[in-house]
Every structure is written in structure tokens, then in C-alpha cells.
């Protein structure tokens, strides 16, 4: 036994599993381009002419993925054993670096005509890695002054834009495990790529688990997708706003987002399944089946919910006192889609909350950090951390001046058996995003020059907070910041060094920082010494 485990754990990196299942998982992501090669004929695309350059970009790029999906595939076609964490946690980091990289090719090849410069290239590759990142983690953010024009992204594109908000969404591993199954492999893959600590667990078949997932998250889409076509949207608009809603991505197919519809019904509509979709899947399932009483006892999900509409209410309340609203009408129409679209950090928007006041502002900066539930498709701390972290905090409290006392954690009604555990990776967790924060920040106070600011007529504090709002909608897979980043705004004007450093935040934010850190260390790779 003894050495059966050491075998298990001491043994070096399984580099021909680890081809195999990136093969597969590249594959994947190739099939996945060819959904929008049909987007550029006009009487399904709503364009005017067949969208050529866009339809060659997209299958070029499916081509090349498919290629080396094969050749990975080879590579490992002599592969041995079983895939232990080790492995799951390297393909789980290796493909979003791989999605983010292979995924960016459609644009890249779609926006570089070969009579640039080499910095032009490099400018508009590393835009395009940004976009590409910003759609598969979700986070919403964009560089792209102007979509609407077809020159610029042309319709095929602009579909494979928002459709990476859809496989980001379902999520590699749980797209790979659904549609492969692989055993103890495929329960090893699931759980490194949740996210979120794990209060509920549907199933202990990771299979199983998969296709219940996948199955609520295509079922919502499909739903969303009629209500809006039934709301006036066609079926183009309709689908890229319902991969953006129940991924709460956050890129739409207008420069003004939502607000370009001009319609109640459908903000509505968005902001109700944005709220939906960061409800932890486990419980949603549990409603299907009818099983109620999971939803009244999870502590989570009533917490998520206070929290929504304290703000919103609290907003409605500073924005009319301040004279945002003309009405209350519009105050609840706007603050009840934008608090949503900032708390489940889809992006979205329907007005310039930039422009709110201050309070309001910093109601909505303090929301990108909390995020939705575990085992949804939010991004951010999630609420059960924030739980946990209060309750932990209440219990110190206690025992500064009743230290004999004995406290029990308590969640979904029930004690927590491992509490210590839990609020060592809770306090972990922290303490590294706030690690992340500060380095991010400083590099981009680094990075931008202070020019830029004073040209605009605005002094160096604003940068200090525009750089602050820009990591933490990054990190926390939001969009839109404040200030230079608002949501009439976007990434730009940013240098390639600070795209660079945001397209690390959103990857980072997405698996929860580890994962990803994790395959840039030495150890993970080599055989253990000792």
C-alpha cells in the first residue's frame, strides 16, 4: 500500500497522457469554430454580402486547431496509466492557455492582411489574445471600438466572439468529461475545474455530474434564446445575448450593449437569467426534480440574494436621492439589470453607471468582488466565501474574550465537519487575490504613462483608480471598470504590455488563480527528490 501510494505521487509528470487528453480537448475547441462558418451567409448572418473573410478566417483557424489537436493526439498515442491531480491539474491549466492561444486565431487571422508592421502584428496579436481571453473566462472586457462595423469584425467573428462565452461557460473539463467519460480520470478533471468551494454535490458519477450541467446550462440558453426572439430580438442577437447572459460573459453584438434594444422586456429578461445562472447548478437541479426544500435551506443562496437586492435597493435609493433617476420607475429598471450584471459579472449594460454618484459607484466596486454561487458560472470570490469568511471572523470575535469557548460553523443548517480546513483555504484564497491585486495594480501603474492621464485633464489619482478598477474587473471576469474603463468605454487605449497583464488577470480569475499558477512550477514537472 505504502508503496503503491508512493508510486502514485513521486513518479514524474505523465507527458503522453497529457498529449492524449489535450489532443482531445483541442479537437474540441476545432468543432466548436465550425458553428460559426454559417453566420456568414446574409439571409442567416443578417449581413449584406457573404462575410469571405470572416468564413476563411474561422476555418482556417479550425484547420490549424485540428492539426494540432491530431498531432497532439499522437503524441500520446503510446500513453500508460491512469491520470492522477497531477495531470488533471496541468490539462485543466494548459487548456485555457491553449483555448485563449488557438481561440484568438480566428480573429487573428480575420484582422492581420500581411502589410503591417512587425509592431502593428504584435499590437493586433496581442488584442486579439485579449479578446479571445475575455470571451472563454467570461470576463466581458473588449478593446473593440466599434462592432457593429463589418469591416472591422465581420459577422462570422462576431458570432465566434460570443460563442466562446459559451464553451467557456459550459467549461473544458465539463464539456470533455460529458462527452468521453473517463472514470476516476474524468472525476479528477471535474473537480480541478470547478470552481468555488463545493458546498453541493449532485452525483458522485463524475459523468453523470457533467451531463446534468451541461444539460441546465444548453436548457437555459435554449430558453433565454426564445423568450428574447419572442421580444423582438432575430435569431442572431438572440443567441450571442443568450451565450453571454447564461455565461455571464457580457459581449454583445452592439457598442451600446443592452441598451441598444431600447426595450424593457428584454433587460428584463437578461437580468432575471444573469441572476438565474449564478445560482450553483446542483440547486437548480434539485428544483427540476422538485426538491424545494434544498433551495430554503442553503445559506448561499439566500445570502447571493440579500445581497442583490440590498444593493439594488440601496441604489435606487442613492441614485434618486442624487438625482440619477428621474423616477422610480427607472430607478428600479436600471439599477435592477446593472447591480445584476455587476454582482454575476456578465457586463452588460443598459446605462453609463460611471456617471452615477459616488456612492452608487462604490456600491458597484465593492459587488465586483463578491460574485455569484459556488458551482455556477459566475467568476469572482463567490458568496460562500464571503460566508464563511463572516462567520470565521464572528468566531475569532468571540474567543478574543471567551477563549474556552467551543464554536461550531454552521452552513445549510448543518455543522461543518472540516471548518478549520475550509477557513485556512478561505483565508488562503484571499489573501492570495489581494496578493494578485496589488502586483497587477503596480505593474500597471508601472506600465501605463502618467501622460496619458494629464492629457486628458485628469490628474494621477484617477489613474491610480482607473488601474485599480481595471484589475478588479479582470480578475473578478466583470468587463466594464470605472473611469477610463466605465462602461461607455473599453481596453484600447491600454499599452501591450498592460493587455497582457489583464489577459493574465482574466485567465487567473477564471480557474481561480492555482490551476494556472501551478503549471509554471518546476516541481509539478519533475519527479519529487525527497
Known sequence: MRRAFASRYDSAMNLPLLSKYLGVVTLLLAAAMLFALPW??????HG????????????????????LGVAMLVGGRAAKGQLYRREAIAI???????????????????????????????????????????????????????????????????????????????????????????GSAGKALL??????????????????????????????????????????????????????????GGLSTYNSSVAHFQNVSIEMTIGTFMMIACVNFSLLYAALLGQWSRLWINTELWVYLAILFGVIFAVMI???????????????????????????????????????????RGML???????????????????????????????????????????????????????????????????MVGLVFIIAWMSLLLLEPDSAWLEAGHSPPVKMLDCATGVAACINGVGPGLGALGPSKNFASFSIGSKLVFTALMLLGRIEIFPLLVIF??????????
Open 521 to 530: 512550477t518546476p516541481g509539478l514537472w519533475r519527479r519529487p527528490t525527497t
Open 92 to 182: 485543466v491549466g494548459i487548456s485555457w492557455l491553449i483555448f485563449t492561444i488557438v481561440g484568438a486565431l480566428p480573429f487573428i487571422l480575420g484582422h492581420v492582411k500581411g502589410t503591417e508592421s512587425r509592431e502593428q502584428i504584435v499590437r493586433l496579436v496581442v488584442d486579439d489574445l485579449f479578446e479571445s481571453a475575455s470571451g472563454f473566462t467570461g470576463a466581458g472586457a473588449t478593446i473593440l471600438n466599434d462592432i457593429e462595423d463589418e469591416s472591422k469584425l465581420p459577422k462570422c467573428l462576431l458570432f465566434w466572439r460570443s460563442e466562446t462565452h459559451f464553451v467557456g461557460g459550459l467549461g473544458i473539463m465539463v464539456l470533455f468529461v460529458a462527452l468521453l467519460g473517463q
Open 191 to 248: 473537480m480541478t475545474e470547478s470552481v468555488g468551494p463545493q458546498g453541493e454535490v449532485g452525483t458522485s458519477r463524475s459523468q453523470h455530474s457533467a451531463w446534468i450541467f451541461a444539460g441546465i446550462y444548453v436548457g437555459l440558453n435554449v430558453v433565454l434564446t426564445i423568450l428574447l426572439m419572442l421580444e423582438g430580438m432575430n435569431l442572431f442577437d438572440a443567441l450571442c445575448h443568450s451565450f453571454g447572459t447564461i455565461a455571464t
Open 318 to 360: 442613492a441614485g434618486l436621492w442624487h438625482h440619477d433617476f428621474p423616477d422610480w420607475a427607472t430607478a428600479f429598471r436600471l439599477s435592477y439589470f446593472n447591480v445584476i450584471s455587476v454582482q454575476t459579472n456578465t457586463g452588460f449594460g443598459t446605462a453609463d453607471f460611471d456617471r452615477w454618484n459616488e456612492f452608487s
Open 48 to 67: 449584406e454580402h457573404f462575410d469571405t473573410r470572416g468564413f476563411f478566417a474561422v476555418l482556417s483557424a479550425s484547420v490549424i486547431a485540428a492539426v
Open 365 to 431: 466596486f465593492v459587488l465586483m468582488f463578491v460574485g455569484g454561487c459556488a458551482g455556477s458560472t459566475s467568476c469572482s470570490l463567490k458568496v460562500i466565501r464571503h460566508v464563511v469568511l463572516w462567520k470565521s471572523l464572528y468566531n475569532y470575535v468571540l474567543h478574543t474574550f471567551r477563549p474556552r469557548l467551543i464554536t461550531t460553523m454552521r452552513l445549510n443548517g448543518k455543522a461543518v465537519d472540516d471548518a478549520d480546513e475550509l477557513t485556512n483555504e478561505v483565508f488562503i484564497y484571499f489573501g
Open 40 to 45: 456568414a451567409f446574409p439571409w442567416l448572418g
